[in-house]
């Protein structure tokens, strides 16, 4: 017999953490590889001179091209910012895909355990782990974005491969990957398509915040009689010129946090939202009261 199916109502999480012992196991590596990468590339790769890629054009081997300092710390902010993907392929294939499709989530329903305590067991134990692990993720990626932006290729704190990385956004991203796993799972109740449309929700919605990620929040605009020119520590959103003259939109460093934090609630109302149809959507299909 399955681990789901001799579940109980107490012995429910420590099920959950069996289970789905791989997949926290993968996460957990995931978290303390990326950790140890980048102390490794701060710490290390950043004070050799063959690997900072912006002085040694013309005498490094094209390896060290390749792979230098900046180029790593540029696939290391791609790698946190798109974990959420990974999350959603879980959600909607491992964690509840595949037992429904299996038919073991019924029978643990049989074993004493209710559908909705069930799928919050189910949430509960990734939801900490992956909350943990992104905190995790930004601290160190903070510290080392921070540590030479000399030698970076990206500077810009608008970068969509930056943005994210420095705040409570990548923790958003992975939550709202879980919830939007988990609905399209109870939606769809196959493995394989479940896994598919969640990646592809998750991505689709993705992209469409870091598109309208600069009118998130009111930009400052400037005019004058000649071409705009901006620092460059700003989000310039629109620049142009009209019968008044030239004009440029953009967003000064200091709106970072309220870009930042706006994007984040909106992707946690989302995850709620997601989370609270997948609860209703349970108990509507199985009847359950709680």
């Known amino acids: 017999m399955s681990a789901p199916a001799t579940a109980t109502g107490r012995g429910l999480p420590r099920t959950v953490l069996r289970l789905h012992r791989p997949a926290l196991l993968t996460w957990t590596v995931f978290v303390a590889g990326m950790c140890g990468w980048l102390v490794w590339l701060t710490e290390v790769a950043a004070n050799d001179p063959d690997m900072q890629g912006l002085t040694c054009i013309d005498t490094c081997d094209r390896f060290y091209v390749l792979v230098d300092y900046p180029t790593q710390m540029n696939w290391a902010g791609i ?53 943990m692990g992104a905190a995790a993720l930004v601290l160190v990626f903070r510290w080392a974005f921070a540590a030479h932006p000399d030698l970076l290729w990206t500077r810009d704190w608008s970068s969509a491969y930056v943005f994210p990385a420095r705040g409570p956004l990548t923790a958003a991203y992975a939550l709202c990957a879980l919830a939007v796993g988990t609905l399209t799972a109870l939606l769809l109740g196959r493995t394989l398509a479940a896994l598919g449309a969640a990646t592809g929700v998750m991505w689709l919605f993705n992209a469409v915040l870091t598109y309208y990620r600069p009118y998130l929040w009111p930009s400052l605009r400037r005019t004058g009689t000649r071409s705009i020119d901006l620092p460059d520590d700003v989000w310039e959103v629109t620049e142009g010129r009209t019968a008044h003259g030239y004009f440029a939109t953009y967003h000064p460093p200091s709106h970072y946090w309220p870009l930042h934090l706006t994007e984040t609630a909106i992707v946690l109302a989302v995850a709620a939202l997601a989370a609270l149809v997948s609860f209703r959507l349970l108990k509507h299909r199985t009847g359950s009261p709680a």
């Open 79 to 131: 790698l946190i910012n798109y974990a959420f993907v990974g999350v959603a392929a879980f959600a909607g294939g491992a964690l509840i895909g595949r037992e429904l499709e299996s038919g073991t989530a019924r029978l643990a329903w049989t074993q004493g355990v209710t559908p909705v305590r069930w799928l919050a067991a189910k949430l509960a134990l990734p939801a900490a782990a992956l909350t």
